[in-house]
């Protein structure tokens, strides 16, 4: 079956602009997650959906970060007035009910410029 | 809050010899612990993971992980590798409710012919 996926594979923005990166989970997933891939800080949490209970945001490095996931499937990661230290690949993941494993997407590498 | 060091960033092996990647954890309670494999351009898949009962577990692939509680402690075996083995490995540990994964910096594995 169909696997997460990620769009665009691939952003290069220039500082100070917005961005918005998309997720698709996999079809019945209840939960969703947001995590960044960056040479100085590794894999880091960013955010958390879980069914229609209000979202761990706990991970998200600054008010310039939003996530949004409409009817429970599909989200999408916002990142505002972009700064060079928000390149990274930013990799999303998503998992059945009750299940503690994630499946992740291939990632968005994003490139501030 | 949970942590995960792995403590080598490199190991290089010789195709056909075994090989052994260190993790520990830092956790309060009991920890489910993961092993992810991330090779070149790609997204994360999981080898194996770790809740309860045996603390030998099997994954994928032909991996194997010992849960050693006294040590925390979840190593990842091979008894030997494949040239197709190279690739950076990532240790997480996921918390019992939310489900979200703090990863360790992860080891890039060489393989030499």
């Known amino acids: 079956g169909a696997g997460v996926s990620q769009s665009p594979s691939n952003k290069v923005t220039e500082k100070g602009k917005d961005v918005e990166l998309r997720c698709d989970p996999i079809?019945?997933?209840?939960?969703l997650y947001w995590y960044r891939q960056s040479l100085g800080q590794g894999l880091e949490f960013l955010i958390y959906?879980?069914?229609?209970?209000?979202?761990?945001k706990s991970g998200l490095p600054s008010d310039r970060f939003s996530a949004e996931r409409t009817g429970g499937s599909v989200s999408t990661l916002t990142i505002q007035r972009t700064q060079q230290e928000d390149s990274a690949v930013y990799l999303c993941?998503?998992?059945?009910?009750?299940?503690?494993?994630?499946?992740f997407g291939p990632g968005t590498r994003l490139t501030v410029t | 809050a949970q942590s995960v060091t792995q403590p080598d960033i490199h190991i290089t092996v010789s195709e056909g010899a075994s090989l052994e990647l260190r993790c520990n954890y830092s956790?309060?309670?009991?920890?489910?612990l993961f092993w992810y494999v991330q090779s070149p351009g790609q997204g994360l898949q999981l080898l194996l993971k770790?809740?309860?009962?045996?603390?030998l577990v099997q994954g994928i692939k032909g991996f194997e992980a010992e849960f050693k509680r006294s040590q925390s402690s979840f190593n990842l075996r091979k008894p030997s590798v494949h040239w197709s083995v190279a690739a950076e490995y990532f240790c997480?540990?996921?918390?019992?409710?939310?489900?979200?994964?703090?990863f360790g910096g992860g080891t890039r594995v060489l393989v030499k012919p």
């Open positions: 993941a998503s998992s059945p009910p009750g299940a503690q494993r994630q499946y």
């Open positions: 079809s019945g997933h209840t939960a």
């Open positions: 959906f879980q069914g229609n209970s209000a979202p761990d």
């Open positions: 956790y309060g309670a009991t920890p489910y």
């Open positions: 770790y809740f309860s009962g045996d603390t």
């Open positions: 997480a540990v996921g918390e019992a409710a939310g489900n979200k994964l703090t």
